[in-house]
């Protein structure tokens, strides 16, 4: 395996299986860090603010992922373009897609964190949000907004990083960032009783230490990916080829946070008892989704370094790996979630009605985690492919538009959270099938080759 000497890796070379593990472990330890300071924010709402202002505060967590995540699937694409130049050994093109996309995400940030800013009340009422939480929502959810710059930021900068085979940086600025948001939660809220946009901003002085931390490591002499403030700009070229392969991603994030922003608008329905037990619920899954995301992603690196360098059988073997390690280690995720629910959830909530639905919310949904695995890898490999086009495709389909119909049909018939749990483990399975067919018939490997013969 060659490695540049500033921690870049080149992932074309040595076994597949290790170099997979090496890269998504690092990707699963940053993730969990930062799922931790989210979990912070709610456990010491929770503890020092009481159940109706954790409803408050987890209320509207698709709402936020639903503006940003636009933004965070364009730097996906960034990172598929960067990945392919990596493994094919084109420097240049790899200097001119980091700087495109550092300053492409520059810009988004502050428009993202001006609307938000704005439009926080707006926002928070078009989800039928209940008028008791709603003073609570709008004060936690305006500055975190404000921090949206950081975050966006944090997440380019990453993708930079994870695109050239370097997942341990971010890992350690996370940590660190992470450990500073539980220290500030505990000084703001616990310490001197502060109120729910306390937590909020804690979590954006945290994105910002990241974000900075990136940025001087991609600032340093030495390294391939070399990040120089005088040379960000918009190289229209790169850009038009990380828009190829990140709008589908980004829309594809945008319309799945749609559909679940409906779904959170229909759990808004069944009152505060609903919206903290789904709540709680959402922070189970949310770290039961980490190994999963860690897979995709580090699939998404391997697939483009491998096909940037023609190696389509490597390729192959790397994504077949990939695919059945996350698919066991969900399902085993998913079965200790399912035996030890009421603790996980009462870690969170303390009033029994919240917590039985929370515990029935997890056992119905915790044995299809397979499911969820499977679909959000395969559309990993599809993306590192290039054809994130056809994961968008399936994911509008299913995950948004079918999801919603079932939904509004349910409520119809029966006004009962159980039909809303329902939802997800059904669209998770039709995706899933669709998927192996596509995966099995289609000529996914050579997506790259057969976009250059077009080229010339």
């Given at each position: 395996m060659l490695q540049n000497k500033k921690s870049a890796v080149l992932m074309t070379e040595g076994d597949p299986k290790k170099l997979i593990?090496?890269?998504?472990?690092p990707i699963f330890l940053s993730q969990l860090f930062q799922q931790l300071y989210n979990t912070a924010d709610a456990w010491m709402v929770s503890?020092?603010?009481?159940?109706?202002?954790?409803?408050?505060?987890?209320?509207s967590g698709s709402l936020i992922f639903m503006v940003i995540s636009f933004f965070v699937g364009a730097?996906?694409?960034?990172?598929?373009?960067i990945s392919r130049y990596f493994g094919a050994r084109d420097m240049e093109k790899v200097s001119q897609a980091v700087h495109t996309n550092v300053m492409l995400s520059f810009l988004c940030g502050l428009a993202v964190t001006i609307f938000g800013v704005l439009m926080t009340p707006t926002l928070l009422r078009w989800i039928n949000l209940n008028e008791t939480?709603?003073?609570?929502?709008?004060?936690?959810?305006?500055?975190?907004?404000a921090g949206s710059l950081a975050m966006i930021m944090y997440n380019s900068l990453k993708g930079v990083m994870n695109a050239v085979g370097d997942s341990r940086r971010p890992l350690y600025y996370l940590i660190f960032s992470s450990l500073l948001n539980i220290f500030l939660d505990w000084l703001f809220v616990g310490l001197l009783g502060k109120g729910v946009e306390w937590a909020a901003i804690a979590t954006t002085i945290s994105q910002g230490a990241s974000a900075i931390l990136c940025l001087i490591q991609l600032s340093r002499k030495g390294t391939v990916y070399r990040l120089s403030l005088g040379?960000?700009?918009?190289?229209?070229?790169?850009?038009?080829?990380?828009?190829?392969?990140?709008?589908?991603?980004?829309?594809?994030?945008?319309?799945?946070?749609?559909?679940?922003?409906?779904?959170?608008s229909n759990v808004n329905t069944f009152g505060e008892v609903g919206m903290a037990?789904?709540?709680?619920?959402?922070?189970?899954?949310?770290?039961?989704?980490?190994?999963?995301?860690?897979?995709?992603?580090?699939?998404?690196?391997?697939?483009?370094?491998?096909?940037?360098?023609?190696?389509?059988?490597?390729?192959?073997?790397?994504?077949?790996?990939?695919?059945?390690?996350?698919?066991?280690?969900a399902e085993l995720i998913g079965l200790i979630i399912f035996l030890f629910a009421e603790p996980f959830i009462r870690f969170f909530l303390s009033g029994q009605e919240a917590?039985?639905?929370g515990i029935e919310h997890c056992r119905t949904v915790a044995l299809f985690f397979c499911l969820l695995a499977?679909?959000?890898?395969?559309?990993?490999?599809l993306r590192g492919a290039g054809k994130a086009f056809v994961s968008m495709i399936v994911m509008l389909l299913i995950w948004c538009l079918l999801r919603i119909v079932y939904i509004t049909v349910a409520m119809q018939i029966r006004h009962d959270i159980v039909l809303l749990y329902w939802a997800y483990p059904l669209t998770w399975g039709i995706s899933s099938l669709i998927y192996i067919i596509y995966y099995h018939r289609s000529d996914w490997l050579h997506g790259f080759d057969k976009k250059e013969a077009e080229a010339e």
């Open positions: 593990l090496s890269f998504a472990a503890r020092f603010l009481g159940d109706d202002a954790f409803a408050a505060v987890s209320s730097s996906m694409g960034a990172g598929v373009v939480v709603l003073p609570l929502s709008t004060k936690y959810f305006r500055y975190y907004f040379k960000l700009r918009i190289h229209w070229s790169l850009l038009k080829e990380i828009l190829r392969y990140g709008v589908p991603t980004a829309v594809q994030n945008s319309v799945i946070s749609f559909a679940n922003l409906l779904v959170q037990s789904w709540g709680a619920y959402s922070k189970i899954e949310g770290f039961a989704f980490l190994p999963i995301g860690s897979f995709s992603m580090a699939l998404s690196t391997f697939i483009g370094q491998n096909l940037g360098a023609g190696e389509h059988e490597r390729a192959r073997r790397g994504a077949r790996f990939g695919l059945t390690s996350s698919v066991l280690l917590v039985a639905w499977f679909s959000n890898c395969i559309a990993g490999v």
